[in-house]
């Protein structure tokens, strides 16, 4: 017994002693749990908080201003984004400027002063069912609780006129998925996710593998020059993960009756550049690291950051405090969940699309040179 008991202490002390003695093991025992405690406490939750909402006011009456006074008085409510017509409004929503937009028509107050109900109408993107509940119940209990004759300004004009004031009614459109299936939502930004954690595992692990071996010290030896080092391990990962995206897809059309409004060229083709700045990050990630392990470590580092930066499982603006949203334009996650939903659920142009796709360019451009730069140096 004491004998057994001496081996699995000598084991666990080897393997202690392999773990601890590389520095870079030692950083990610500590540093990445911290750094995802601080993302997740502030990210992760499912209060809409900070919300931009846009505003189409056709009535401003001293009762349609003290009623978006109220809704910007809210402390869910950051910024209010007034526009002039309704082509605005579409445009605002469709470059998810806005989350929600609220449209008061011009008979507004008239109804409300003589007793009737006075409809306004609220449009939330259905691309972010969760959101666009909750920022509709917001939206509602402000209207519910609303009345104008309770302010200094609008008591006597009420009272005077002799006549009761009515209430607010809210019309909810949700647009883009207009029942809220929820599985839309998941399964279109399924499609980036997925496709990135495989990409990013087999770009990683690629030269992390070699360099274990001692494999990679031959590779640099080769003919083969650093770039073309590069583009013979980017490709592979890439293009699992276009078969990868395919398949969900698919799946998602005829499994889940997932509809899909935009051009699917434009999706893949956006799936590509994705896939480019994903597999810079993994190979940047395979860099820096000397073993499989460490590559792994890696991996999960960035993966649940990344998620949680998306906007996948709260709205970016939801995030505090705002450097870490500034921090959201490294993610190119974030760009192409707004790419996919766009593309899959309503059709957004390819303006839109390019703007989403100019930040992936350039962060696949800035990964591409690190991991270029880095085989340089091991040749030199």
């Not at 080897?14 to 750094?35: A, G, Q, T």
Request: proline residues 4%.
């Amino acid at each position: 017994m004491k004998q057994a008991f001496n081996r699995l202490l000598a084991l666990i002390i080897k393997e202690f002693h392999s773990v601890w003695r590389d520095p870079k093991s030692r950083s990610l025992l500590f540093l990445p749990p911290i750094i995802q405690l601080f993302l997740f406490s502030h990210a992760a939750t499912l209060d809409i908080e900070n919300i931009t909402l846009g505003v189409l006011n056709e009535d401003s009456t001293p009762v349609s201003r003290e009623f978006l006074n109220r809704v910007s008085a809210s402390r869910y409510f950051k910024k209010i984004i007034y526009v002039k017509n309704l082509k605005e409004l579409k445009n605002v929503l469709d470059t998810e400027q806005v989350r929600g937009a609220l449209y008061i028509k011009n008979d507004f107050s008239k109804k409300y002063i003589n007793g009737q109900s006075a409809e306004a109408e609220v449009i939330l993107d259905g691309r972010h069912t969760n959101g666009s509940q909750i920022i509709g119940n917001y939206l509602g209990e402000i209207a519910g609780g609303f009345d104008y004759g309770s302010t200094p300004g609008g008591k006597g004009s009420i009272r005077k006129s002799g006549v009761s004031s009515g209430g607010i009614s809210l019309k909810v459109r949700n647009w883009y998925n207009p029942n809220l299936y929820y599985h839309w939502f998941i399964i279109s930004s399924l499609v980036g996710i997925l496709s990135m954690s495989m990409v990013l595992l087999l770009a990683s692990l690629s030269l992390a593998k070699e360099k274990e071996t001692g494999t990679f010290d031959e590779l640099l030896v080769s003919p083969l020059k650093p770039h073309e080092i590069l583009a013979g391990k980017l490709a592979i990962p890439l293009f699992f993960g276009l078969i990868d995206g395919a398949l969900i897809l698919l799946a998602a059309k005829f499994v889940f009756e997932l509809p899909i409004e935009g051009n699917i060229f434009l999706y893949f083709f956006s799936l590509f550049c994705f896939l480019m700045s994903v597999v810079g990050v993994g190979l940047f990630i395979s860099s820096l690291t000397k073993t499989q392990q460490q590559a792994m470590l890696g991996v999960f580092v960035f993966m649940f950051p990344a998620m949680i930066l998306s906007g996948y499982s709260a709205p970016v603006e939801n995030i505090t405090p705002e450097f870490l949203q500034n921090l959201t334009i490294l993610n190119p996650l974030r760009f192409f969940l707004v790419i996919s939903k766009g593309i899959i659920l309503k059709n957004i142009n390819f303006c839109i699309v390019m703007l989403n796709l100019i930040p992936i360019i350039l962060i696949t451009i800035f990964t591409l040179s690190i991991a270029n730069f880095s085989f340089k140096n091991k040749l030199g």
